[in-house]
């Protein structure tokens, strides 16, 4: 099993340029789950899904969009970068929200 | 809404023990866990523990909970360099409740 994976690893944008942040699980997680990581901040859930074709916000969902339509990818979209989402993401996926999350490694993106 | 604080940094020299603190606010918190973060990966689950424990012993890690003061500890003992690396507490209501809820990360620095 490869886990949780996410495409890409870095990532650089101009302000205003849009992406997809791709992640994919072969655990057959029902719940799956996008952090942001910031200096100081630990993580911060952005959005979620608790099944395929849900999606739900997080903590700080402005900016963002996500999709599942299938039960093993959820993507997240920046629609109109900004300096401000420079960070690294994190997908994650569990069982249910009562098992352990599954951490894919990560994507960094600068928006400059 | 939910908290959860930790101290940003500790250092502490080989062969110590490494003692990382957690408090939180939500008194419907039913796990409570460790995650470990190595540099430039992803979050790795390194232990749980129910609300209706107070201790949990695994191998060099054991993990104390004060449920009266909201407090969570984690002591490693016989700290080795392979022990440096960001540590997470995150707090959880369990079924029905989603969302975990993430502290800033304490980073453990060993000292040769």
């Known amino acids: 099993n490869a886990g949780v994976t996410q495409t890409p690893k870095f990532r650089v944008l101009k302000t205003g340029q849009s992406m997809t942040l791709l992640c994919a699980q072969d655990m057959n997680h029902e719940y799956m789950y996008w952090y942001r990581q910031d200096p100081g901040m630990g993580l911060r859930l952005i959005h979620y899904?608790?099944?395929?074709?849900?999606?739900a916000k997080g903590e700080v969902p402005d900016g963002y969009n996500v999709s599942r339509l299938k039960k093993q990818n959820f993507l997240l979209g920046l629609e109109s970068a900004a300096p401000s989402q420079t960070s690294v993401y994190f997908c994650a996926s569990s069982w249910t929200e009562a098992y352990e999350q599954y951490f894919g490694p990560g994507t960094r993106l600068t928006v400059t | 809404g939910e908290d959860v604080e930790q101290s940003l940094f500790l250092s502490v020299r080989e062969g110590d023990s490494s003692v990382i603190n957690c408090t939180y606010t939500?008194?419907?918190?039913?796990?409570l866990y460790w995650y470990k973060q190595e540099p430039g990966a992803g979050l790795q689950l390194l232990t749980y523990i129910f609300s209706n424990m107070d201790m949990k012993q695994d191998q060099r890690l054991t993990v104390l909970l004060n449920k009266k003061d909201k407090h969570l500890s984690l002591r490693i003992a016989d700290t080795q360099t392979g022990d440096s690396a960001i540590y997470f507490c995150a707090e959880g209501s369990g079924f029905g409740n989603e969302k975990l809820t993430f502290g800033t990360g304490t980073r453990l620095t060993i000292i040769p």
């Open positions: 939500d008194s419907s918190s039913t796990y």
């Open positions: 899904s608790v099944g395929e074709g849900t999606t």
